[in-house]
């Protein structure tokens, strides 16, 4: 069975495009780049949450098949959500611990008014 093409996505701005593009998310931009330092505990705990998120994910995929109950799917839709919630806050936890931690100390303040609007964008855009 041939595989389905995905989807294309095209990333705009919210700022710089008004109306129907209004809303849909910003490219990334540091693609490639690698965090400073990881807290090995908070990426087996985020390892272990993703996987548990991918069997929660496969079974919704059933639930949609099975013609379950609406509210059913939407409560566990829900709990995916909060899930990966957890994982955003660990990896802003390590975020904040490390990388912009170093950034902010390195003393160039070029660098360390780019990690504050970095941090801010990400709680803004991604952690509500």
Known sequence: ???AES?????????SHAGKN???MAPPRH??????????????????????IEGQI???????EEDRYCPEIIAQI??????????ARGLMKNHLRHCATQ????GNPREAEAAYEELLELIY???R
């Not at 693609?31 to 548990?52: C, E, F, P, T, W």
């Not at 950034?103 to 390195?106: D, E, M, S, T």
């Open 78 to 87: 829900a709990s995916v959500q909060e899930a990966l919630r957890s994982v």
């Open 31 to 52: 693609k490639g780049r690698k965090a400073a330092a990881v807290d090995s505990q908070i990426k087996n705990a985020n390892r272990h949450r993703l996987r548990r």
């Open 22 to 24: 209004a809303g849909v």
């Open 58 to 64: 496969r079974g919704l995929q059933r639930m949609v």
């Open 103 to 106: 950034a902010l100390r390195k």
């Open 125 to 127: 855009r991604h952690l």
């Open 1 to 3: 069975m041939a595989r």
């Open 7 to 15: 989807p294309r996505f095209h990333w705009h701005s919210r700022s």
